[in-house]
């Protein structure tokens, strides 16, 4: 039997109370028994403390933890490293509550909560995130403190105190080192599992799919301009990919391999812009029509689409220019003009009829494109719930129920004018994007979700051609939100999203802010090495290894010097027990006389020195030092005799 | 191998602290005297510290590097702050009481706050005893005893004082060696053995003498009020038979002396160890005793005074005073 190490109660109390706070937001992710495990091994550890139960034996702790390790792996499995290490590491952590014998096992405990309290940032990187972090490592420093905190004077606060005036000065500190300390690239390659499904354009599109993200207002992505104005709504078309190939019901995104040629000149001006992307579980960037280059990893398509090298799970920022107009442009290859016009053999016979009646009478690609808008803006409405289309769904759409919404009216437009022999293609992005003035910048959302067309003009090149224009014009020139908002299926799966509120000012200001502050936090706080450079070469100048270890020191030593002044001249509140207060007093008095009371001198004697120095003092000097010594030593009737000292002690100094 | 190394090393950093500063009754510790260095936790910490920069760096996770950082800040804050739970605090070497060589002797120090400030969890030892820890929570100044084992009769100093502190996060030692000027007397130690020539160690004693005394046993009288607690009948109280007090008496003592000469032959040490033995058990007998020896005598008395006089005595024999 080992000996038991007690820690003291706060101690223990602080060591619980730090597991507590460190499993609670793994909680949900780690296999439900792990958690109750914890609360089972804390409650076991509150028990022996109880004086109820003893500490398990080995064997038990034994069992206990291969069990717990054969479990984790085969809930987890071994494909998810970063989980199974933490639910690994948890496993350890609530065991290890049943071996708490000496300091150094808490010890342990403690170090090995700071990592997982770490490991919680893997998880989620939001403000809120951030803070529990926060007050976490707070709570795990006051444990530690705990542990090291005086056996004579136990006391549950103090530790909390001591963490708080630990911890504040730190955070400044920590800034210094954030800012200055250089950022480096993965040391191995350690992907991490993010939760898949989630919203946003796919690589196939059937005219029905727009409408499901009509539903959610959940950020697609945000673009702040360098030159700080967004462009006009019109222009605020959003390039995502292409849908080049028809099966008769649905477009797909066909995998193009060869890259842009940009063309040699290029005229007007550039628009230079910083987009950050939530994460898609696609490859593809949204950029301004047209974008002119691809920053490195990003490749532009031979359809200028910009496309990532992996499919984007954490948020990215990438640094992007487009041209809003443009004449320049590359001729079209033979195999590239084959594969926008390429349409199923069979199917939709009324729109091919009706395509080839148009080419009939005109077969320019102005007239064409002019006569199929004039069709939409003549016999069609928008709405967000058409009805249902049959096999032939451009057939059914063109001439049977003639509603529906951006995709139905792009897919039947490359319809027609491929059938009619010119070379079309659908674009998937975004149309729109809110302004947010506080930080200036544009919010697109997934209800901003459009789809339109693009045309080959000979001698022009790529022309956008929006047909949605043609029946809704102020889907384009207004925002997405005031268009849709009356319609039933928008906003269906986000009902409680502010921007359903949008038309009450205050939460309107306030989910404008709430969206500000966590671009800023986006910006500045987790991809601060994307702007590193740049911020340290506005502070600094041109960065050199000196100026940086400068500008790490300056700021350090202030710090630590302000904390030194506070410790080294920190004042305790006065000694609380009145009757030491007074003797202080009484002796203060006495010190310009050489009658000060010396060290750990009786006051009994110190009453005898001073009666000898001064006889007249003799007998209310002597009155003191009962009155003192039957308070201190004497039982019972404590407050008369209180109040008498303290009118012997004024008395004394009074004569004096 | 490797904790000899230590001990040697840290011996001489020992004497290299304390022979920078003369020792004193009293002093206030200052940069000059305070030492601080990492402790094996906080090499511990910082390794983790290190732990946690690597899942950030390999994560590009902005977050988990803040949290390395508050890590390594803390390390650096804490620095100050075991630095300030010893700096500013005064402490005097108040007194040292006498023991027999092989016990230990209590010295009794006194530790003061400066500028009132808290100072928590100290340790204090003398080298290589076992340390005694302590605090001045809302309290400005505290009495400590320290407790030191006495190898050599007559004055002896217990060697440097080691105030360390590892408060508040264990994280680096703060710690000072002082020489204090206390010292403290150590009888000889006590060796069983011979007899005294006139064979009256047994005890025979004379007439019962007048006056109360504390010494035997004389019968019980009614308990008043101010008697001492100590001399309560209880046995008597627990029969029922009421409160009473034990009487006891001093007797007139005959007169006894120890003398020098007695064993001829043991050698000084041996001979100061047995006069030493017999003086303590004529103590605790009702006889009144005095030493002679070579330098001079002490006439018979009893009392602690006498007791403390006769064992100084054979302490000092033969050694320079202080």
């Known amino acids: 039997m080992k000996a038991v190490y007690q820690l003291t109660r706060p101690a223990l109390l602080w060591q619980l109370l730090m597991v507590v706070a460190v499993l609670l937001p793994h909680s949900l992710r780690l296999p439900w028994w792990l958690p109750l495990m914890t609360f089972g091994a804390l409650g076991w550890r509150l028990w022996v403390y109880l004086g109820r139960t003893s500490f398990p034996h080995w064997s038990v702790k034994f069992m206990m933890?291969?069990?717990?390790?054969?479990?984790?792996?085969?809930?987890?499995?071994?494909?998810?490293?970063?989980?199974l290490a933490v639910a690994l590491l948890f496993a350890g952590f609530s065991l290890k509550l049943l071996e708490i014998y000496k300091r150094r096992d808490a010890l342990v405990l403690i170090y090995?909560?700071?990592?997982?309290?770490?490991?919680?940032?893997?998880?989620?990187?939001?403000?809120?995130?951030?803070?529990?972090?926060?007050?976490?490592?707070?709570?795990?420093?006051?444990?530690?403190?705990?542990?090291?905190?005086?056996?004579?004077?136990?006391?549950?606060?103090?530790?909390?105190?001591?963490?708080?005036?630990?911890?504040?000065?730190?955070?400044?500190?920590?800034?210094?080192?954030?800012?200055?300390?250089?950022?480096?690239?993965?040391?191995?390659?350690?992907?991490?599992?993010?939760?898949?499904?989630?919203?946003?354009?796919?690589?196939?599109l059937s005219p029905g799919d727009v409408s499901r993200l009509t539903g959610s207002s959940e950020v697609a992505f945000r673009v702040q301009f360098d030159n700080g104005r967004p462009p006009p709504p019109s222009s605020r078309y959003w390039r995502g990919l292409t849908y080049d190939r028809f099966d008769g019901r649905r477009w797909e995104a066909e995998k193009d391999r060869s890259l842009f040629q940009s063309p040699d000149s290029e005229s007007g001006t550039l628009l230079r812009y910083n987009i950050t992307q939530e994460p898609s579980g696609q490859p593809w960037v949204y950029a301004l029509d047209y974008p002119v280059s691809a920053p490195w990893p990003l490749r532009m398509q031979a359809n200028q689409t910009l496309r990532a090298p992996a499919k984007i799970r954490q948020r990215v920022d990438f640094a992007l220019a487009s041209r809003l107009s443009s004449d320049s442009f590359q001729p079209l290859t033979a195999a590239q003009r084959e594969r926008y016009l390429v349409l199923p053999e069979r199917g939709n016979e009324r729109a091919r009829a009706l395509a080839l009646s148009w080419r009939a009478e005109d077969a320019s690609t102005e007239s064409l494109v002019a006569r199929a808008l004039a069709l939409y803006g003549r016999e069609f409405s928008y709405t967000l719930t058409p009805e249902r289309l049959g096999d032939d769904s451009i057939d059914d759409f063109l001439f049977d129920t003639q509603e529906g919404f951006c995709g139905h009216f792009a897919s039947s437009l490359t319809f027609l004018l491929r059938a009619a022999g010119v070379p079309t293609r659908i674009v998937?992005?975004?149309?729109?994007?809110?302004?947010?003035?506080?930080?200036?910048?544009?919010?697109?959302?997934?209800?901003?979700?459009?789809?339109?067309?693009?045309?080959?003009?000979?001698?022009?090149?790529?022309?956008?051609?929006d047909p949605t224009a043609a029946v809704a014009p102020e889907r384009i020139e207004q925002s997405a939100e005031q268009l849709l908002s009356s319609q039933p299926g928008f906003l269906s799966d986000t009902p409680l999203s502010p921007v359903r509120f949008g038309h009450?000012?205050?939460?309107?200001?306030?989910?404008?802010?709430?969206?500000?502050?966590?671009?800023?936090?986006h910006r500045w706080v987790l991809s601060y090495q994307l702007r590193q450079n740049d911020l340290l070469q506005k502070l600094l100048g041109e960065v050199t290894l000196w100026k940086l270890a400068l500008g790490l020191l300056i700021p350090f030593s202030l710090v630590l010097g302000w904390v030194a002044l506070g410790l080294l001249r920190q004042r305790r509140p006065k000694t609380k027990d009145p009757v030491d207060a007074a003797l202080l007093r009484l002796s203060g008095r006495f010190e310009s006389r050489g009658l000060g009371r010396k060290p750990g001198e009786p006051v009994g004697r110190y009453a005898q020195r001073i009666a000898l120095a001064r006889p007249d003092l003799a007998p209310i000097i002597g009155t003191v030092a009962r009155l003192y010594e039957q308070l201190r030593y004497a039982e019972g009737g404590e407050p008369r005799i209180q109040k008498a000292y303290l009118a012997a002690v004024r008395a004394c100094v009074r004569q004096l | 191998m490797s904790e000899?190394?230590?001990?040697?090393?840290?011996?001489?950093?020992?004497?290299?602290?304390?022979?920078?500063?003369?020792?004193?009754?009293?002093?206030?510790?200052t940069q000059k005297r305070i030492f601080i260095f990492p402790t094996k936790a906080g090499l511990w910490f910082l390794f983790a510290a290190l732990v946690i920069l690597l899942l950030g760096i390999n994560y590009e996770n902005n977050l988990v590097y803040a949290v390395s950082f508050v890590l390594l800040s803390l390390f650096v804050v804490s620095i100050l702050h075991t630095y300030s739970n010893l700096a500013g605090l005064t402490i005097t070497a108040l007194s040292a009481k006498p023991c027999l060589v092989g016990e230990n002797a209590e010295f009794e120090l006194l530790l003061r706050a400066g500028r009132r400030r808290n100072y928590e969890a100290l340790q204090l030892s003398w080298v290589d005893q076992t340390p005694v820890s302590c605090d001045l929570i809302d309290d400005s100044e505290r009495r400590v005893r320290l407790y030191a084992q006495a190898v050599e009769r007559g004055w002896w100093r217990p060697g440097a004082l080691l105030i360390e502190t590892l408060y508040p996060l264990g994280l680096l030692r703060a710690w000072t060696w002082l020489e204090t000027d206390l010292q403290a007397l150590a009888y000889p130690r006590p060796i069983e053995g011979g007899l005294l020539p006139q064979g009256l160690g047994s005890g025979e004693r004379g007439s019962v003498a007048s006056g109360r005394g504390s010494e035997d046993f004389a019968g019980l009288e009614t308990y008043q009020q101010g008697m001492s607690p100590r001399h309560i009948a209880w046995k008597q109280l627990a029969a029922g038979q009421g409160l009473h007090a034990k009487q006891f008496v001093d007797h007139a003592d005959e007169q006894l002396w120890l003398d020098w000469s007695f064993w001829p032959e043991l050698d000084t040490e041996q001979r100061l160890s047995r006069l030493c033995y017999w003086a303590l058990k004529l103590a605790r007998q009702p006889v009144q005793y005095g030493l002679r020896l070579p330098g001079g005598e002490i006439p018979p008395g009893r009392g602690g005074r006498h007791r403390h006089q006769v064992l100084r005595a054979l302490a000092l024999h033969g050694r320079a005073a202080p």
Do not use: C, K
């Open chain 2, 4 to 29: 000899r190394w230590s001990r040697r090393l840290g011996a001489r950093a020992r004497r290299w602290a304390l022979g920078r500063h003369a020792p004193a009754r009293s002093l206030t510790l």
């Open chain 1, 112 to 204: 090995v909560a700071y990592f997982l309290a770490a490991t919680e940032l893997l998880f989620g990187q939001s403000l809120l995130h951030a803070l529990y972090v926060a007050l976490v490592l707070v709570l795990i420093t006051a444990a530690l403190n705990s542990v090291y905190q005086s056996e004579r004077h136990p006391d549950f606060w103090r530790p909390l105190r001591a963490s708080i005036r630990l911890v504040l000065p730190a955070l400044p500190l920590m800034v210094v080192l954030f800012v200055v300390v250089p950022r480096i690239g993965p040391i191995w390659y350690a992907p991490l599992a993010q939760g898949e499904a989630r919203t946003g354009l796919s690589d196939t």
């Open chain 1, 65 to 83: 933890a291969v069990t717990a390790g054969i479990g984790v792996i085969m809930s987890i499995g071994r494909g998810n490293g970063p989980e």
């Open chain 1, 504 to 521: 009450i000012s205050w939460i309107n200001t306030l989910r404008m802010r709430t969206d500000a502050l966590n671009f800023v936090w």
């Open chain 1, 428 to 465: 998937g992005g975004y149309l729109g994007g809110e302004w947010n003035p506080y930080e200036n910048y544009l919010v697109v959302r997934q209800f901003e979700a459009h789809a339109w067309t693009e045309v080959w003009h000979q001698g022009r090149g790529w022309v956008r051609v």
